[in-house]
């Protein structure tokens, strides 16, 4: 099969690889990729968020046997439909079940109504009755941009100062564009994060292993928000019980209640979720492979990725048993001078001598005149495997140290949070 990979991010150069295993899979396509995906794949330079343009990409290009979406910005548009519509073969939820991340106001209601635990909130598309909303609330606070914002549209306000700055910012000043147009006020939450996904056809739900996102830009979780600074896999304190608990209390009832809406979800859905002194409860949805996360997910994938997609699609996932490797798997993301506010681009990278076992997801990266040059704010991730957490950690740090490019920067704590606090 030919396959084509919507996509330009550390997260598809990880789904790419992922593929390029299966032995079902002859070649690979990526619209757009970067420099590590061009190695395996043929890039295409289309913008996948123009719908016309793409369908009528692989409508040319008859060999194109199966598309996997991957980000946020395409599903959200409707990509997916449009190719279906056009007769192809589609990986990725349609439009009208993408709303559980496109719009923060749309997920929190559906919680709400099904009963599915979150965080008490506030929606506002008026800047004074928010503002005088916050005057009142209890502090901290969280405020959330409706729409897509590359990850960083979430504020953890400590003081009622900063939530009348985070509120401007959003509604009036438009930081984040017309998905601050809206804005959910959300009840501040305590205790350990995780990235919980599972594959889903509508009917059935078959969780993956877990993960640790670490968003903030410096050590000891400090500074601002970012696409995502490194991961590692399993979380250290989810056992079975809890992960009984979230299937039966998060992950079905989300399900269900996307079906009763309508809104049936075919894909990867991401629960990110935070084990409070109440339970675990959503703080948000992904309507896809979350980015790190997948880099130390995917790696750990036993079951062929391309049987796994194809289930989704044919609604057959129930026929699939899906098996993950033993161990662990740490994720380190090296950025550019600046991130996540100002950078420059166009920074050779220069490489040691890498241990062989080491697997580099690149993000950022564009070869040029024969050099691989940074291209973007999160350049690259470095990622591991080893028996446990520890193990991976040591022998990703002792590779980032062979990597060198002007300006590169990155949190040197990936992988030990969370490790003292007790499994369940």
């Known amino acids: 099969m030919n396959v084509l990979v919507i996509g330009n991010g550390g997260r598809e150069h990880a789904i790419v690889q992922a593929l390029k295993k299966s032995p079902r899979v002859d070649k690979i396509y990526a619209m757009k990729g970067n420099a590590g995906i061009g190695e395996i794949a043929e890039l295409v330079n289309v913008d996948y968020c123009d719908l016309n343009a793409v369908g009528d990409w692989v409508d040319s290009h008859k060999e194109i046997d199966y598309t996997v979406i991957a980000p946020d910005d395409p599903l959200a548009l409707g990509l997916a439909d449009e190719l279906e519509r056009r007769g192809h073969r589609v990986f990725g939820p349609k439009k009208n ?14 919680m709400k109504k099904y009963g599915i635990p979150t965080a008490k909130y506030e929606t506002f598309s008026d800047y004074e009755s928010a503002k005088a909303y916050v005057d009142t609330c209890s502090i901290p606070v969280v405020l959330k941009a409706d729409g897509l914002a590359l990850g960083k549209g979430v504020l953890i306000c400590k003081t009622r100062e900063e939530a009348q ?43 993956m292993i877990t993960s640790c996102d670490h968003k903030r830009v410096f050590d000891n979780d400090e500074g601002l928000n970012t696409g995502g600074m490194g991961t590692f896999a399993p979380a250290p304190f989810y056992g079975e019980k809890t992960a009984k608990e979230v299937y039966e209390k998060i992950m079905l009832p989300t399900v269900q209640a996307m079906n009763a809406e309508g809104r049936t979800f075919k894909g990867v859905l991401y629960f990110g979720l935070m084990k409070t002194k109440d339970g675990m409860k959503v703080i948000e949805y992904n309507a896809r492979f ?135």
């Open 165 to 207: 700055d985070g509120l401007k910012e959003m509604m009036l000043d438009k930081k984040f564009g017309s998905a601050g147009n809206k804005v959910v006020v959300e009840e501040f939450l305590e205790g350990p994060e995780v990235s919980a996904l599972a594959f889903t056809d509508g009917k059935t739900i078959k969780p």
């Open 97 to 110: 079940a993408a709303i559980i991340e496109a719009s923060k106001a749309f997920s929190k209601e559906l």
């Open 290 to 424: 979350g980015d790190p996360e997948t880099q130390v997910i995917l790696p750990m994938l036993k079951t062929d990725l391309l049987d796994i997609f194809e289930a989704i699609t044919d609604e057959r996932l129930a026929d699939i048993e899906i098996e993950w490797e033993s161990g662990a798997c740490v994720c380190v993301v090296l950025a550019s001078g600046g991130y996540p506010v100002a950078y420059e681009k166009g920074k050779e990278m220069h490489f040691g001598d890498l241990d062989k076992d080491i697997i580099l997801c690149h993000a950022g990266t564009k070869i040029k005149d024969g050099k691989l040059l940074t291209d973007g704010g999160r350049v690259l991730g470095v990622c591991a495997k080893g028996e446990n957490i520890e193990d991976a950690r040591k022998k990703a740090y002792q590779n980032v140290e062979k990597i060198s490019f002007e300006g590169m920067h990155y949190r040197k704590d990936i992988g030990i949070k969370y490790r003292d606090i007790e499994r369940e």
